[in-house]
């Protein structure tokens, strides 16, 4: 009797410790109607339909394995729905978090993974390993080859980025995604178990981030969805749909915000976003995107006299990120320039007036703080800011002339033309603002009645403005002294 009861605890303890596993192994029938059509996306409308999905509206066109879209197959009024997945129908962190065993692992034992991304990465790992998985038509659909995405580079497609800060990001996210895969591994026993390997984590992770949609559901926070079908829709900065969450029929729906005719090509805008951004999660950049950008560090000289008392105002900062964007009459612009004036500060009077004007600050950033002081700073702001970015500009592998030439060339592969047209577009963001720096150096030494006839000028139009508020009242006040 006593030996049946250790047994029978033994039993249950034994069952106790599977359960979790069992439930997930792939030991029984399918529970789920199979999908066996040999063109995966008809498994995937099927599926769809089954679980009441309204898609009647769009139908998928696969250009190539890295680009595939969908069409309207009716003329769509705005307002209307172009598309509705249900809530059984998409992965969200909820769902995520209690149907894989690892993330109920991860839980269990409070590890905190460096981004949520990682449930979903996981869930994904346990499903593409499941024979009969529920989610099997959305997998097989998911794009094989990753290749074009900057995480995979080898040393020779990192070379074409020399010079872009997008490299710097780059080598950073490798070095977050191998820890977080490492940490895993260490840390859930059942991740180690089933034997994923390097390439197939980072695999799924380029895949959630490329394909997560950020809605609000009801009064919680805003939560990120992998949503089928939906994430066939490619971005466009006059996208014409808009996504959310519907209460009323609990799920996830797109809705046209203009009349759409029959047979046109879906976009939406991803957002305003840099290309540095769409880049690094989409794999994509395009010469047109209005937020496009290049991003710097401005730093002092250890060799400036006032070194030591602009460290004390900065509290120990010595270097800057800045950016620069295409439109010189921003904020970016003037932040910049800001920034290399307080660097070219080498009056004592003026950093006394400087660090007056900025007292009723708690902290001092010199993007905000440095205002204008005299022509002659000005003159050496200009002429710092110019030589700081011909700089910047020689350290790119290529010239813009060399990457329009590539671009044109119908051999160049199309992952490399976005690797060219990312690098080309700051390229020509720092042409730019060199060609701004030029002219206010040829124009800054002229009194103030021939700067006001210059600026009436169309070529100057970059300049105007700062040369209005703050060049020519200097002069006049200058002028009057004299």
Not at 232 to 249: R, W
Not at 432 to 453: A, G, R, T
Request: charged share 25%; proline share 3%.
């Amino acid at each position: 009797m006593m030996v049946l009861k250790a047994c029978m605890v033994a039993i249950t303890l034994f069952l106790s410790f599977c359960q979790d596993d069992s439930e997930y192994e792939v030991k029984s029938k399918p529970k789920r109607q199979t999908y066996e059509d040999p063109d995966p996306y008809q498994n995937l409308i099927q599926w769809l339909k089954d679980g009441k999905a309204e898609i009647s509206k769009v139908q998928i066109e696969v250009k190539s394995e890295g680009y595939r879209t969908l069409r309207a197959t009716q003329f769509i009024r705005q307002g209307e729905w172009v598309l509705f997945i249900p809530r059984t129908h998409y992965l969200s962190l909820d769902e995520v978090k209690k149907s894989c065993l690892i993330n109920r692992k991860m839980i269990q034992i409070n590890y905190k993974p460096n981004n949520i991304q990682t449930y979903f990465v996981n869930h994904l790992l346990q499903e593409n390993r499941r024979q009969y998985s529920f989610w099997k038509p959305y997998i097989d659909v998911l794009p094989k080859d990753v290749s074009g995405f900057p995480t995979y580079f080898d040393a020779e497609q990192d070379a074409l980025l020399k010079g872009s800060p997008t490299l710097f990001t780059v080598i950073n996210q490798r070095k977050v995604f191998k820890e977080e895969y490492e940490n895993l591994k260490e840390a859930v026993k059942e991740f180690q178990k089933y034997g994923y390997t390097y390439n197939d984590f980072i695999k799924f992770r380029i895949l959630t981030i490329s394909r997560s949609f950020t809605v609000q559901i009801g009064d919680k926070e805003q939560q990120q969805l992998l949503v089928p079908l939906a994430d066939f829709i490619n971005h466009d900065n006059n996208g014409f749909l808009q996504y959310g969450y519907s209460k009323d029929a609990d799920g996830f729906f797109m809705q046209a915000v203009r009349n759409i005719q029959r047979g046109e090509e879906l976009f939406y805008n991803y957002g305003q976003w840099s290309n540095k951004y769409f880049f690094m999660n989409y794999g994509f950049a395009s010469l047109t995107n209005p937020m496009n950008q290049f991003d710097f560090d401005i730093c002092l000289n250890k060799n400036d006299r006032l070194f030591n008392l602009k460290i004390q105002l900065t509290k120990g900062n010595m270097c800057w990120g800045n950016r620069l964007v295409n439109e010189t009459d921003h904020d970016t612009f003037r932040q910049s320039l800001a920034t290399v004036r307080f660097t070219q500060i080498s009056k004592l009077d003026d950093f006394l007036q400087l660090e007056e004007d900025v007292e009723k600050f708690k902290q001092f950033w010199p993007g905000w703080h440095t205002t204008t002081k005299t022509i002659e700073l000005e003159k050496a702001t200009f002429k710092a800011l110019k030589e700081l970015l011909v700089i910047e500009l020689g350290n790119f592998a290529s010239t813009i002339e060399d990457d329009q030439r590539r671009l044109n060339d119908p051999k160049t592969p199309e992952f490399r033309k976005h690797i060219i047209m990312l690098t080309m577009r700051e390229k020509q963001i720092i042409k730019k603002n060199i060609d701004v720096c030029d002219q206010m150096l040829q124009v800054i030494d002229k009194n103030s009645e021939e700067l006001k006839n210059l600026m009436k000028y169309y070529q100057y139009k970059e300049i105007t403005r700062f040369v209005n508020s703050q060049i020519i009242p200097m002069k006049i006040e200058q002028e009057g002294i004299v």
